[in-house]
């Protein structure tokens, strides 16, 4: 297991508002007990590498290491319904849940947790739906526009009109290369806006669901973005370059809520696709590696086909069930992939996968996941622990 001192650095850039930062772990999350949360999770959400996740609660707010569940950094201050990282650094974007006045809901505060201070504060009119950024732009959302930004500046680059997006639903992708912003196009249809945040330029539009949309993310090199509708049934995967759909997966034939979706890192066409519902189950779909063809009627899986029509039949994944408390927000990440080969054990592994999750109950979980050639899956527990203190 790596830590943090062994990961590679870059230097600051003068002129910047963020540099990079050293954590001090404060301890180790204590072990997960039986026992309901009396202080429940208002946000959650992973870094831009995924090396970090970040909650915020009706008390304040902690950051935590994702290799070793270890606790970063906390600061209990108030309540706080947004709280984002920016991968790695002493900058944090967060606002409060509006249940005193210096915690605003309409108050975007850029926080620096070296010195615990506010280095900015940016005040609006309206409530603030969601955040997201990288090291050039800061993206704002509200019901009914979005601001873009120059994150070390601040300069407001860009405002782009959009249609109501009461529940702030966006994907960044903060892939240097392919620098774009996802936003819903219409409250009667799943289709979406695809812009570049760094050209400010509008990419594309693609129409990817009759209904409208719940759930979207980008792969980690901004080439794919994947979709769920508010019915939940289907997920669909677009190639960005020419807004052509690639895959398309039936998730179940009852309607669930998609609380998240995650590729697999890579440089090219990721490995799996990860889905997180309602129904308390991780679905894991294939796209970029090649499993035996071979099906079997008591598993859950199968190659991934060729064709862009719908997978109708659920033997086209894999499902986790009861990776959470059914009806409990989800957030879940793939961490690493690793693709191998063991011809010389009778059931190979051809996929090694680990999976970090978040449920809003407070609890964070990482998974090790191993498929065969016969398409098996193996899920072993590697750390469960719980984020918020009873």
């Known amino acids: 297991m790596r830590s943090y001192s062994n990961r590679s ?6 002129g910047r508002i963020y540099k990079r930062l050293c954590f001090k772990p404060l301890g180790i999350l204590p072990q997960m007990a039986n026992q309901s949360s009396a202080h429940p999770i208002l946000c959650a959400s992973f870094n831009q590498d995924n090396s970090c996740f970040a909650i915020g609660t009706k008390d304040g707010f902690k950051i935590f290491d994702c290799d070793t569940g270890r606790l970063l950094y906390e600061r209990a201050i108030g309540a706080f319904v947004i709280v984002e990282m920016l991968y790695r650094t002493n900058l944090l974007a967060i606002v409060g849940a509006g249940e005193q006045p210096s915690l605003s809901p309409r108050r975007l505060c850029l926080f620096n947790i070296v010195n615990g201070t506010s280095l900015r504060e940016l005040n609006f009119l309206t409530s603030i739906l969601a955040v997201r950024m990288d090291r050039k732009r800061l993206i704002v959302l509200f019901k009914e526009q979005t601001y ?7 300069e407001k680059k860009q405002i782009i009109d959009t249609v109501p997006n009461v529940q702030g639903l966006c994907a960044f992708s903060a892939c240097v290369d392919n620098p774009y912003l996802a936003l819903p196009a219409s409250t009667t249809k799943g289709s979406l806006l695809v812009y570049n945040v760094v050209d400010l330029q509008s990419h594309c539009e693609i129409d990817a669901h009759r209904s409208p949309l719940i759930a979207m993310a980008f792969s980690s090199n901004g080439t794919y973005i994947a979709t769920a509708s508010e019915h939940g049934t289907i ?10 759909k690639s895959y398309s ?3 179940g034939t009852y309607s669930s809520t998609i609380f998240s979706l995650s590729f697999g ?14 129904s308390g189950s991780v679905h894991i779909f294939s796209l970029g590696f090649d499993l035996n063809e071979r099906k079997s009627n008591s598993l859950l ?16 994944h894999l499902v986790f069930h009861h990776a959470f408390s059914a009806g409990v927000r989800s957030n879940a990440v793939v961490q690493k992939i690793e693709k191998a080969s063991g011809s010389s054990n009778p059931d190979p592994v051809v996929l090694r996968a680990t999976i970090s999750m978040i ?3 407070g609890y964070y979980q990482e998974y090790s996941l191993r498929i065969n050639n016969k398409n098996e899956a193996t899920w072993t527990l590697e750390r469960r622990s719980k984020a918020i203190a009873e």
Do not use: M, Q
């Open 249 to 251: 997966f039936r998730r």
């Open 301 to 316: 899986g199968s190659i991934i086909p060729g064709s862009v029509s719908d997978a109708l039949d659920p033997a086209h």
């Open 148 to 154: 873009i930004y120059d994150v070390n500046s601040l």
């Open 9 to 14: 650095k870059w230097s600051e850039v003068e």
């Open 359 to 361: 449920s809003f109950s």
């Open 235 to 244: 997920i669909r995967v677009h190639l960005i370059s020419d807004a052509t």
């Open 265 to 278: 890192p890579s440089a090219d066409l990721p490995d799996i696709l990860l889905a997180t519902s309602s």
